[in-house]
């Protein structure tokens, strides 16, 4: 079984202002007895993109699949997510708060949307299929590659930027576009609201509708998107359980655990702690208490996050001499 846990292993900030004094025995266990590795730090899409046999473009090609699955048709076109988005002015960068932050409604998604068509035309016309999910179709691919949400949520954008030949020119765009939504009544209305304002779009998950191999995984997630890349696969996608059920090793399949992903995103060391607290209970104690009887082909936890991973194999239940070490050691 693959677990997906973004965000376990945290920076270093965070995991200091989280884990002093907090035990968690079956985690800990479990690290001293499996097997740490380096793994893709490219986002829980990029993974899931992976795992089910999605080959990646320029970009993982995320955009044209949920594209469908908000009804919209692909064709035979180049589709981008443009999601709306708050850049936070720090003292020294600026910080993303993807869509997961804002409160967004249809009805004010579309008079966004139709005001940046209306400034821009054909060169920046966004799709608003989802209050939270927009579209921008190519006719043709742009020499780009760009960073997913997951990865860029709650970092200094700079390095996340979009990158290649034509990034200048999209970045461009970008930067009217945030003159343009400033003074925004919408968002004037917004800010009176006590809401975060959407002065960006974020490019990411560019490219056409990929070729899928089926994938007779199951698939856990509670995330929509992350659900619609699993169909798209032909994958049994289904819900999360509440805590893991032993029969589950059993199979192959990829279980999202996404408990921490908001509180990481946005350095929130309280709500990351109380979130690892409740894994700890529903899914690392049943998983530690099931290593004798783990598959041949073990487990793996990935935080596709932080490109870090620790795999778990039946031998890890009989090696009693590594010794649980405290948590912030650990994890670091």
Known sequence: ??????????????????????????????????????????????????????????????????????????????????????????????????????????????????????????????????????????????????TPPSVAAGRDIDPVLPQGEDAMQFRARLNELQMLLHDHPLNLAREARGELPINALWLWGGGREPACAAANASLYARDTEIQALGAFCGAHVLPLPERLETRLLETEGLMLLDQLTLAGRHGDAYAWREALRELEQDWFEPLLGALRIIGRHGHRLLDPVSGKALLLDAGGAWKFWRRPRDLISALA
């Open 1 to 146: 079984m693959l677990f997906l846990i973004p965000h376990l292993f945290p920076p270093a900030r965070l995991l200091e202002a989280a884990a002093p004094n907090l035990r968690l025995p079956a985690l800990q266990t479990l690290l001293a007895r499996g097997a740490r590795r380096p793994c893709p730090a490219g986002g829980t899409e990029a993974a899931v993109c992976e795992a089910l046999g999605i080959a990646r473009q320029q970009d993982w090609p995320v955009a044209p699949v949920t594209l469908a699955a908000d009804g919209g048709i692909a064709g035979e076109s180049f589709w981008l997510r443009a999601d709306p988005v708050h850049l936070r002015v720090m003292r020294d960068r600026i910080v993303l708060a993807d869509s997961s932050a804002l409160a967004l409604t249809q009805p004010e998604a579309d008079a966004f949307a139709a005001a940046i068509g209306q400034h821009f035309g054909a060169d920046l016309s966004p799709m608003p299929l989802h209050p939270k999910r927009w579209y921008l179709r190519l006719d043709h691919a742009p020499r780009l590659t760009t």
